[in-house]
């Protein structure tokens, strides 16, 4: 089983949406960053993922979701009403995945982005570094245990 981070903002998609979707699934889609592409089709069923809420009051991890649907084409990049619309992508060449991710809990606080940069077992971790952007990003097991230590 792999570990992952997704980030986004809670306007936007936030633990407590996952709650509240039918089957506390939803389809992680939109994503236009080719390397975040490429860890989404490294996902596996089973991957357990941090989701993380950023640009907010309380910005840092909020909870944790499994993947349950391996990466598949994003119908978001077809539909041409749809702000992620890719008019270079076709359903024969598509560009860009999704998975589906499903709810598993939520921490009982957030876990700041402060506490995380002041942990030195995670001073290595790709989301602590100054103009990381990734919005999709593999977290190792030492990093993951760091991490919900911190909680």
């Given at each position: 089983?792999?570990?992952?981070?997704?980030?986004?903002?809670?306007?936007?998609?936030?633990?407590?949406?996952?709650?509240?979707?039918?089957?506390?699934?939803?389809?992680?889609?939109g994503v236009r960053n080719y390397q975040a592409r490429n860890f989404m089709a490294q996902m596996a069923v089973g991957d357990a993922v941090m989701v993380y809420h950023s640009s907010c009051q309380?910005?840092?991890?909020?909870?944790?979701?499994?993947?349950?649907?391996?990466?598949?084409?994003?119908?978001?990049?077809?539909?041409?009403?749809?702000?992620?619309?890719?008019?270079?992508?076709?359903?024969?060449?598509?560009?860009?995945?999704?998975?589906?991710?499903?709810?598993?809990?939520?921490?009982?606080?957030?876990?700041?982005?402060?506490?995380?940069?002041?942990?030195?077992?995670?001073?290595?971790?790709?989301?602590?570094?100054?103009?990381?952007?990734?919005?999709?990003?593999?977290?190792?097991?030492?990093?993951?245990?760091?991490?919900?230590?911190?909680?």
């Open positions: 089983m792999a570990c992952w981070l997704v980030k986004s903002e809670p306007s936007e998609c936030s633990i407590d949406d996952f709650v509240a979707a039918p089957d506390r699934t939803i389809p992680w889609d309380h910005i840092g991890v909020a909870g944790i979701v499994r993947v349950v649907r391996a990466a598949y084409p994003d119908p978001t990049q077809f539909n041409s009403e749809s702000p992620y619309h890719d008019p270079k992508s076709t359903p024969e060449k598509p560009r860009w995945q999704a998975v589906d991710l499903q709810f598993e809990r939520k921490l009982p606080a957030v876990i700041p982005l402060q506490t995380i940069k002041a942990a030195p077992a995670l001073s290595d971790f790709p989301l602590v570094r100054r103009g990381m952007r990734l919005s999709v990003m593999p977290v190792t097991q030492a990093q993951w245990q760091a991490i919900l230590a911190l909680g």
